[in-house]
């Protein structure tokens, strides 16, 4: 798999930052795990031409799931 470089600087500030700051970091490695492709292609499409790919449901889900959230209106 080739390694990827992420698309934004890392630097310390002394401003106030959300507790969830490092959910970027963990989203840019999952892309970097090239997830989309893994769940477009093992996953059923939507049957609706509108309809969502499966990464763009699974990947805020699984986003708000690591920064602590417990149902879906978090």
Known sequence: MP???LS???E???EKLTPRAGVAIFG???KGMNLEHLC???IPLAKHPNGY???EFIY???L???SSGRVLDD
């Open 40 to 42: 477009n292609t093992n």
């Open 3 to 5: 390694q990827t470089i």
């Open 60 to 62: 805020p889900l699984i």
């Open 64 to 66: 708000m799931l690591h």
């Open 12 to 14: 310390t500030t002394n």
């Open 28 to 30: 840019e490695y999952l």
């Open 8 to 10: 934004f600087d890392i």
């Open 53 to 55: 790919d499966p990464f």
